[in-house]
């Protein structure tokens, strides 16, 4: 299959909201595509250190994730490749085309100067979890989160 992979568009934002919010898990903290999508996105698209990266086939896209590049004090100054939000669509997945998606982010960290790549994936998802240990990553660290 062939991929390009490129910066969101405005247009693509219905799209990739589709994407995210496309499993029981995320869905209820996605929501319907609506306002705040649209000031997320803006922000995403403004900051220096933001990449909203759509995978694209034959026009259509077909997979998303967000990439946050973190300079850092500790690991003697190393910056971070923040990887967030990764989904391909429902009907194309185990077809290689997420690894194609975590390979494109480990280019642009690495063009990027950053060190680590990291990331987050909810207790709920095994299946996400064995697709990232056999990408390389090790579960280190054990994740906290606040709701605000």
Not at 94 to 117: D, F, K, T, V
Request: aromatic share 6%.
């Amino acid at each position: 299959m062939d991929l390009i992979f490129r910066e969101a568009k405005r247009d693509d934002l219905e799209r990739i909201v589709e994407l995210i919010a496309d499993d029981a898990v995320a869905a209820r903290r996605t929501g319907t595509y609506g306002e705040p999508h649209s000031r997320a996105f803006e922000a995403i698209t403004a900051s220096p250190d933001n990449e909203l990266v759509v995978a694209e086939s034959d026009g259509e896209v077909i997979g998303v994730m967000q990439l946050t590049f973190i300079p850092g004090i500790s690991r003697n100054g190393a910056s971070r490749l923040l990887v967030e939000a990764v989904r391909v669509s429902s009907d194309l997945r185990g077809q290689g085309i997420g690894r194609r998606l975590m390979e494109h982010a480990h280019e642009r960290g690495r063009a990027r100067g950053c060190a680590l790549a990291q990331l987050t994936s909810d207790k709920q998802r095994p299946e996400a979890h064995r697709f990232y240990r056999s990408l390389g990553y090790d579960q280190s660290h054990e994740g906290f989160k606040l709701q605000l």
